[in-house]
């Protein structure tokens, strides 16, 4: 998890120093499903939303019922639905896209495939 912060933090320029205890230990016992890129990517989205040198991890989005991420959406069409709403807002930028919804590039990508959407 450090190195992923650290990687992401250097790519983005900030600062990130420390990841709370609480949250480093929610993270070391979750399953991650996706393996290890799902941990990636949810890495890079809490580098994303840090401000200050302190990593600002969205835990509440781990749920200790499932061992799955919380969908931001309902269901897969309501993440179409925003993934084509983003994309139209950012003119197909699909980095811009990427960080308006919350998720990697590499993973919009992935979805993109996923939701027949390549045209964008």
């Known amino acids: 998890m450090r190195y992923f912060t650290q990687k992401y933090a250097r790519r983005m320029e900030k600062q990130i120093e420390s990841i709370p205890s609480g949250a480093m230990k929610k993270l070391s016992a979750w399953h991650w499903p996706g393996n290890i890129r799902e941990l990636e990517d949810f890495i890079e989205r809490s580098v994303i939303l840090s401000h200050g040198t302190v990593l600002q991890v969205p835990v509440g989005e781990l749920t200790s019922n499932s061992n799955t991420l919380t969908p931001s959406v309902s269901s ?25 919804i919350g998720m990697s590039r590499r993973t919009l990508h ?7 959407l390549e045209e964008f």
């Open 110 to 116: 992935r979805k993109l495939h996923t939701y027949h």
């Open 76 to 100: 897969d069409t309501g993440e179409r639905e925003k993934i084509i709403r983003a994309l139209k807002e950012t003119k197909g930028n699909r980095t811009l896209a990427a960080k308006k």
